[in-house]
């Protein structure tokens, strides 16, 4: 890649604040779309807790160099994408719920399992 293109040669607009965000960004995202959403979330998260699992295990003879860091890596993403996509800890769900929930206009009185 060409650094010249790095380069910023117009002006940069300034940061909107977070009140002109809109409030519910859910509203036209269909439900499969929520439930990927929320399996994707939870598969981040799963493979965060494998990568520090990982590095409790100690030395597995692999070698350290970069390729073979990026090739683990990837192996550990999708290994958490699929435990996630196939039930995973079921954090999904309670993830679903509130983004199905989120248009309502008073969700924070009510925990993510429905009891109070």
Sequence with gaps: MDSAKLILTEPVSPPMPLEHLQKSGLK?????????????????????????????????GFEKDGPSNQVQGIFWMFLSRDIANNGGLGLWK???????????????GKSLDGQT
């Design 28 to 60: 036209n995202v269909s439900e499969e779309k929520r439930k990927q959403i929320a399996k994707d979330f939870e598969s981040v998260l799963i493979n965060k807790m494998l990568d520090e699992m990982k590095n409790t295990i100690g030395d597995w």
């Design 94 to 108: 309670d993830i679903h719920q509130f983004l199905t929930n989120a248009d309502k206009a008073n969700t924070a």
